[in-house]
């Protein structure tokens, strides 16, 4: 398997101000696997698995609502 290229996404973008991840194996890999020259903000939201189950689908939604908000600001 190869990651796609996330920091040359981020170079050729520099726009973009704000990354969301499905789930914290998400937010782990880009940590783990992404270099970046610049600040971004990083919202770590609940994954949207339907094997995570300790969130309602009401509940998920409440919390990706978060992006809409961010993104208006």
Known sequence: ???ND?????????????VCFNGAKA???FR?????SRE???L???STSPANATLSL???LRCW????????A
Do not use: F, N
């Not at 783990?32 to 970046?36: A, G, I, K, L, N």
């Open 1 to 3: 398997m190869t990651a």
């Open 6 to 18: 996330i920091a040359a996404l981020l170079s050729t973008h520099p726009a973009i101000a704000l």
């Open 27 to 29: 937010g782990e890999l």
């Open 32 to 36: 783990r696997h992404v270099t970046q």
């Open 40 to 42: 971004l903000r990083c």
């Open 44 to 46: 770590l939201l609940p």
């Open 58 to 60: 009401d509940d998920k």
């Open 65 to 72: 609502r978060v992006i809409r908000r961010a993104c208006a």
